[in-house]
C-alpha cells in the first residue's frame, strides 16, 4: 500500500517561511514526477510546483515563481516544499502529488496525500 504523508504546515505572519515535507511510502517501482498543489477555500485546486524525478527540472504557478522552491530526495523518497516571503493569497491546503510505478510493466498512477494545512495571517 503508498502513502503520502505531507508535514510542516501551520500558522505563520506575512512574508514569513514554512517548508512542507512529502514522505512516499510503502511497495512501489518507481516515483516519477512528484508535486504540490493547493486549495483555498470556494476555489479549486491548483498546481504550485512540479519536480520530475530524472534532472530534477521544475515548473512553477506564476504567483509563486521567486519565491517558492521544490526539491526532491530520491535517496529518502521525499520531496520538500520551501515556501519563503508567505502571503496571505497563500493561505490553503497544500497537497503533495506523487506518479508512482506499482512495477515496471505497469505506467504510473498519481497518489495524492491528505494535505497539510498553510495559513498565513498577521
Known amino acids: 500500500q503508498v502513502q503520502l504523508v505531507e508535514s510542516g504546515g501551520g500558522l505563520v505572519q506575512p512574508g514569513g517561511s514554512l517548508r512542507l515535507s512529502c514522505v512516499v511510502s510503502?511497495?512501489?517501482?518507481?516515483?516519477?514526477?512528484t508535486g504540490w498543489y493547493r486549495q483555498a477555500p470556494g476555489k479549486e485546486r491548483e498546481l504550485v510546483a512540479l519536480?520530475?524525478?530524472?534532472?530534477?527540472?521544475?515548473n512553477y504557478a506564476d504567483s509563486v515563481k521567486g519565491r517558492f522552491t521544490i526539491s526532491r530526495d530520491n535517496a529518502k523518497n521525499t520531496v520538500y516544499l520551501q515556501m519563503n516571503s508567505l502571503k496571505p493569497e497563500d493561505t490553503a491546503v497544500y497537497y503533495c502529488n506523487a506518479a508512482l510505478q506499482r512495477s515496471s510493466r505497469l505506467p504510473p498512477v498519481d497518489y495524492w496525500g491528505q494535505g497539510t494545512q498553510v495559513t498565513v495571517s498577521s
Open positions: 519536480i520530475t524525478s530524472i534532472g530534477h527540472n521544475t
Open positions: 510503502g511497495t512501489f517501482f518507481s516515483v516519477s514526477t
